[in-house]
């Protein structure tokens, strides 16, 4: 289940085998983390890395992609089998090293469905490899996408292990181990009294935790965040009044992220005010978990046209669940991907004031991109000053400069964000209206950027929303 360790035990795998020079590659499924967040990516990337790890396999796939210069675009069975199996498979088997692993974590946060049964179908093919043995290392929750495709695989051809049916006792050993050592570096950087938070308090929250490690890490990061003996000391006491009496290990994780949520609140507001940064946080927090792919701070800021001075403030004390980095240009990123599923689940989130619609929250997102675009695009964009300039001979630098990362993202994720809302689409609305303007705008945007393609495909999932759009009342509880 999710905040079991799931990732952290991936990534330790992932660095010990590297260290011994076994690590064949890793790839890391993340849900809205751009090309991670889909399998588009997922062959070429292990291929790639599997020729950096493994020198004599280098050639090999040099040569695949050579003699295939279209593979990027073919099926993923193809990919899987031109890239990586047949390269591996002329492998003679006579180094030191003939067995390898590859790191698969977070599975199921995969976008299609289809892909996921598709990847656990290749993998499973490494079993016909005879010189060398690739052992795949693979997470994921349980998601139906993930059960039907492991009963596909015979069960002498893997192995599972499920992390919460381990014995309570041990993990709640371990995460004795895990706040202690957090407690003792928050002693340490606030001058603390070595006796705090004492023993019993540590065995409380063992309790609360209830078995998850991204509990445990939610509230070590939230008292730490207070910085002030007093905070810190008060915070660990609103962590500690819980009574333990739920016995879902989910229903404690969401009864934290209400915590760091309205902690983020201030009580002196009153209730219109509370309303108000109610709202602002809803749709701050609801842009950044929808997000298709990561985006600064700055970028962020500018695509929902807000001031950086409102984006700071609302920031400011939500470092317990989100990784919110000290230069505001690189990506901000969810600590972990509970916390989307609690923020949209109304069964979880329980406070109508937090609680985020996820169809509004995608509207609102695509009316953001809609605006930027409109603003921004326009014949030319990259003043070149002569048509006929190849796309792949313009220097990144000035595609950045005049397709900013935020205009980039519009582009690329607009239609995407409106098919999420599920919004119907009517004659000469705001998005007709973009088309009629800004069509070829759009078109000239993705060149430069490279992603023609992505923008064919946008084409047809928005000719499919109008289609629908279009259908009688009566026929569209079929559509």
């Known amino acids: 289940m999710a905040g079991t360790g799931k990732s952290t035990i991936a990534r330790t795998i992932a660095s010990e085998y590297s260290k011994l020079g076994r690590l064949g590659a890793s790839f890391f499924f993340s849900r809205g983390g751009g090309d991670v967040g889909h399998a588009g990516k997922f062959v070429t990337t292990v291929a790639v890395q599997l020729a950096n790890n493994i020198p004599p396999l280098k050639h090999g796939i040099c040569d695949a992609f050579k003699n295939r210069s279209d593979i990027t675009s073919q099926p993923l069975q193809d990919q899987w089998r031109q890239l990586v199996l047949l ?10 090293l003939s067995s390898y692993i590859l790191v698969v974590d977070a599975l199921d946060e995969c976008d299609n469905d289809k892909h996921i049964s598709m990847i656990l ?38 192995l599972d292990f499920i992390l919460h049916h381990i014995s309570p006792a041990t993990v ?6 895990f706040l202690e050592h957090n407690f003792e570096d928050i002693r340490q950087r606030c001058a603390l009294d070595a006796r705090w938070p004492g023993e019993h308090a540590i065995e409380q929250l063992v309790q609360n935790a209830c078995g998850l490690f991204i509990w445990a890490a939610t509230a070590c990061r939230f008292i730490s965040e207070g910085k002030k003996e007093q905070v810190i000391k008060t915070r ?40 108000e940064v109610c709202s602002i946080l809803r749709h701050m927090l609801g842009s950044i978990v929808i997000l298709l ?57 329980t406070d109508s004031n937090l609680h985020l619609d996820e169809h509004q929250a995608h509207r609102a997102l695509a009316d953001s991109c809609l605006r930027l675009m409109s603003n921004s695009l326009k014949q030319d964009i990259c003043d070149m000053g002569a048509p006929g300039v190849l796309a792949a001979n313009m220097e990144n630098c000035r595609v950045e400069k005049y397709l900013p990362l935020e205009l980039q993202y519009a582009c690329l994720y607009w239609i995407q964000h409106l098919r999420k809302s599920s919004v119907q689409l009517y004659d000469n609305d705001q998005f007709h209206q973009f088309l009629q303007v800004h069509f070829l705008h759009w078109l000239e945007a993705l060149g430069w950027m490279q992603k023609i393609s992505e923008g064919i495909h946008a084409i047809a999932s928005l000719e499919s929303i109008a289609i629908v759009s279009r259908l009688p009342a009566s026929h569209k509880v079929f559509s």
Request: charged share 30%.
């Open 121 to 158: 179908r290749l993998l499973a093919e490494a079993q016909s490899l005879k010189t060398v043995r690739l052992r795949v290392f693979l997470t994921s929750r349980p998601e139906i996408p993930i059960r039907s495709g492991f009963y596909r695989i015979p069960r002498a051809e893997h």
């Open 87 to 96: 390269p591996l498979s002329k492998l003679d088997g006579s180094s030191s």
């Open 172 to 177: 709640d050993h371990d995460l004795s181990i």
């Open 293 to 349: 792919s990561p985006l600064s701070i700055d970028s962020l800021r500018r695509l929902l046209h807000v001031q950086k001075q409102e984006i700071d403030e609302t920031l400011e004390d939500l470092h317990a669940i989100l990784d919110i980095p000290m230069d505001q240009a690189r990506p901000l990123r969810l600590h972990h991907p509970s916390f989307r599923d609690f923020l949209l689940n109304k069964d979880r989130c």
């Open 236 to 275: 660990l006491s609103s962590i500690l009044q819980s009574n333990g009496s739920m016995t879902k290990p989910e229903k404690h994780l969401d009864e934290i992220y209400i915590t760091v949520l309205r902690n983020a609140i201030s009580a002196d507001y009153s209730s219109e005010e509370e309303q």
